[in-house]
């Protein structure tokens, strides 16, 4: 290898995002001429697919950085959701004020609730946060006054993203919207992560006994990853009753959780754009490609799932986007 070459592997080394920027640019001009080549049906799904992205990256920060896989992060999901539609069915319809909130309420639930899933480690806190989230939708289903119950929440009217502008009134516009909000978020948790924060969640999931005979407050930052990723995942939560209008119980089932985790597994544990890909092909496969044989979505899903084990055992990150801090212990 000559000088030069060493130069360029050594800039790219210390700027992980150069490694990015072909598959970043490539999908960016790919969601930028989405409006023009899709119906506003191919619009809703895309919509819909990077609202759950952003649940899906939240499953990625715990999963891949924290080494906390997990079933319940669906359940902030659905407190940010309901804050938003609770907001919006009383007259606070800016966009950007229904994602501060929806987003705080999401981590002041994951705040809690981190208090007891973060005591515990490996299936036990799969197990919990499972519990976790079938309690949220239970509870969301009953309380009929705040929630509208299993029948979901109706009229929720479109949102504007910023005061001064009118409301989202097509589906392109909240295609545009939901677009903007996510790759802000997304580009956010990016740089998060590629600071010294994720190399501390790193470190503290592959080498806890160390980092606590070093003075580090394993716990804590277990506990603010927790917190932090139920934020994310309310973010998303808010996004997709923008996009539905629309928020039930079912919105953070099961169903929900496991399609996610099964996204992250697809997109790459380790990668944030990965998940959201991974997302990206679980809409696509389940809500379009299922079109053509009614009935079959999750058989594709299952084929899917399978093939992405074997051929792609790192996920479609794998295959050329990579953030720092992955490691053997990447769930």
């Known amino acids: 290898m000559t000088a030069a070459s060493e130069s360029v592997a050594a800039v790219f080394r210390s700027r992980p995002w150069l490694r ?9 001009v790919l969601l930028l001429l989405a409006p023009s080549t899709l119906d506003g049906y191919g619009i809703g799904l895309l919509s819909k697919a990077l609202a759950l992205g952003v649940l899906a ?13 997990t079933m319940g992060q669906a359940a902030p999901f659905l407190v940010g959701a309901y804050t938003a539609g609770i907001m919006g069915q009383h ?7 229904q994602l501060l909130c929806g987003t705080a309420a999401a981590a002041g639930f994951a705040a809690v609730t981190g208090l007891v899933a973060t005591r515990t480690r490996g299936v036990a806190f799969l197990m919990t946060t499972l519990a976790i989230g079938e309690l949220a939708v239970a509870v969301a289903g009953q309380w009929r006054s705040l929630t509208g119950g299993t029948d979901g929440m109706y009229g929720i009217p479109p949102v504007r993203p910023v005061p001064g502008v009118r409301a989202l009134g097509s589906d392109s516009d909240i295609y ?19 600071s ?6 790193v470190a503290a999931r592959d080498h806890e006994a160390r980092m606590r005979s070093a003075g580090h407050p394993v716990a804590r930052y277990r506990w603010l990853a927790y917190t932090g990723a139920g934020a994310l995942a309310g973010y998303g939560g808010v996004l997709m009753c923008t996009v539905n209008q629309y928020v039930s119980p079912a919105d953070g089932g099961f169903a929900t959780s496991a399609l996610v985790l099964l996204a992250v597994v697809l997109g790459g544990a ?62």
Do not use: C, E, N
């Not at 990015?20 to 960016?28: K, Y």
């Not at 990256?57 to 896989?69: E, K």
């Not at 939901?178 to 992560?193: C, E, F, G, I, Q």
């Not at 010294?196 to 969640?201: A, E, I, Q």
């Open 20 to 28: 990015a920027a072909g598959p970043i640019t490539v999908l960016s």
């Open 57 to 69: 990256v939240s499953v990625s920060v715990l999963a891949g950085y924290a080494g906390l896989p």
């Open 91 to 97: 007259g606070h319809d800016l966009g950007v004020v």
């Open 176 to 194: 545009w919207y939901v677009l903007a909000a996510t790759a802000a978020v997304v580009a956010l948790t990016w740089r998060v992560l590629a």
């Open 196 to 201: 010294p924060v994720g190399k501390l969640l």
């Open 270 to 331: 380790t990668s944030p754009l990965g998940a959201l890909l991974g997302a990206g092909l679980i809409v696509a496969t389940r809500d379009w490609l299922s079109g053509p044989f009614p009935g079959h979505g999750p058989l594709l899903l299952g084929l899917m799932f399978i093939i992405a084990v074997y051929a792609l055992p790192d996920g479609v990150a794998g295959l050329r986007i990579r953030l720092p801090g992955r490691g053997k212990g990447a769930a």
